[in-house]
């Protein structure tokens, strides 16, 4: 045990002596797992809004004055994409919309005549088939017009595939960086511990006993990280959720009031940023003393 | 014990040279050895064998129980906890005092604390440095600095101790100071083998001399020394 504290403090001992270098690759390593954290979450939030807007996957088919309801209906359930129909009349449709303006009623009560059009509420089970159902929704004889939410939905589709590509990349990127960085780190250590290095062998020091000092450097200095880019994402993504949520009702509309929030996920973003950091730290390490402290 | 057969070392880079020749030697426990030879005679490469920095192209080499042509990497270090090493330029860890130079070798090999605590300041009076034990090696005399050096190779209590010209570096009137300090090393039964082309030095403690040339041994007995032995 004793042997167990005297190598961490060495190994710390080591983090000081070669501050410079540690603090660079600290400052990388912090980066690197910030952006890929932050794209991660990102990754997940496009998720849940995709889950939400799937949810409210209606197209809503209006249909001419003069149009044949009870056909356009058969025509509709009939296709393989409906899941459901919801049939509102003009009537319905114009009582729903004097609700929704309840603080304009004069203007819709006193009107000439009813401009609702008649609607069916489709709802199709496959939401990656929405824009084929509205080109064949708007083919249907006696359709006035079709609306789909089908641009936000295919809009969050490719953030999320941006953020999924820009999170791999990153991941590859940055986590060869970091691992270049850091054996690159415990290399000049070694080097400005390479007569202390060169002592411990002449005296027997074990291979192990003078590797795990510089182990511990990189281990510390990747966890060290681990905990700083926890830290800033919680900062960058609390700020950006308050940012958004301030106008809750619109980011609600369309799907986004779920979003995650921090404090749901802060101890696996905590665990998963040390996990990294560690893991990026050891690599570095185990490379660099193989290749700077053969025996 | 120490002994080599039939050793041969050739190195192959800069045209290949031949370091030793052919060396048959065996030093009993003990014993204290001087060896000497001009420059480039293979004294060093001698010594770097005994210690294992370099494994025999040919031969055996045998030091304190371990056959050093066979041994396995993994054993090597257990085997120089066996064995003590001097050098001409100290070799002292400039961000540690005196003390901790010298408790640094138990500390790396895992003694206990409560060794170190007494076998540091035990080696540091042997070689009277106890009131420096807080200074820095950069502070010290080359004399000073050879006697930490000499305080760590004993520190672990070696069967054998190696000494690469260990006065090289050192005031002509200090370096009998430091043969001495071997000397009495030796009498508590290590044995100690030092390399030297300080003539000298040699004339003035006698003992043992082997007398390398052109990687081979071409003297090896007792001379008489100018000094009463102590
Ligand atoms: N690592 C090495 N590679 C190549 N040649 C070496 C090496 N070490 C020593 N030699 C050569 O071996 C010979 C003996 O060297 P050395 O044992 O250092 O001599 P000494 O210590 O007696 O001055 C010299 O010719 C030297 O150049
Ligand atoms: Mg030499």
Known sequence: ?295 | MVELKNVDVHFKDGGGVDALNGVNLRIEDGEFVFIVGDSGAGKSTLLKLLTREIAPTSGRVFVNGYNLAKIKNKKIPYFRRSIGMIFQDFRLIPDLNVYDNVAFVLRVTNKSKKTIRHRVPYVLNLVKLVERAKAYPDTLSGGEKQRVAIARAFASDPKLIIADEPTANIDPALSYDIVKLLKEINKCGTTVIMVTHEHSLVEYFGGRIVSLKNGEVIFDEYVEGEAQDE
């Open chain 1, 1 to 295: 045990m004793n042997n167990f504290t005297y190598l961490i403090k060495q190994g710390i001992r080591s983090v000081w002596k070669n501050r410079f270098m540690s603090f660079a690759s600290l400052c990388i390593m912090t980066v690197s797992l910030i952006l890929v954290g932050m794209s991660a979450i990102v990754m997940l939030d496009c998720g849940i809004i995709l889950d939400n807007v799937s949810d409210k996957n209606e197209i809503s088919v209006y249909l001419n004055d003069d149009a044949d309801i009870k056909h356009i209906g058969e025509v509709l359930k009939s296709n393989t994409l409906t899941e459901k129909v919801d049939f509102i009349s003009s009537e319905e449709g114009l009582k729903k919309m004097i609700e929704q303006y309840s603080e304009q009623k004069e203007l819709f009560e006193n009107l000439p005549y009813n401009p609702v059009p008649a609607t069916y509420m489709v709802t199709i089970n496959d939401i990656d088939k929405m824009s084929t159902a509205v080109q064949q929704f708007k083919a249907i004889d006696g359709v006035y017009k079709v609306n789909a939410p089908m641009d936000f939905a295919s809009f969050i589709k490719d953030l999320r595939t941006t953020f999924t590509i820009i999170g791999i990349v990153l991941i590859a990127a940055l986590g060869t960086v970091s691992i270049i960085i850091i054996s690159n780190t415990t290399r000049l250590s070694v080097f400005a511990r390479r007569k202390e290095i060169a002592i411990m062998r002449i005296v027997g020091a074990t291979n192990s006993f003078i590797k795990t000092p510089f182990f511990v450097e990189g281990l510390f200095i990747g966890l060290l990280s681990g905990i700083l880019s926890w830290f800033v994402t919680k900062l960058i993504y609390e700020n950006l959720f308050n940012l958004f949520t301030q106008n809750l009702g619109m980011w609600n509309a369309l799907g986004m009031g779920d979003i995650l929030q921090f404090s749901q996920i802060e101890w696996y973003v905590l665990a998963a940023c040390c996990a990294a950091g560690a893991i990026l730290g050891a690599i570095g390490t185990v490379l660099s003393t193989g290749k700077y402290l053969k025996v």
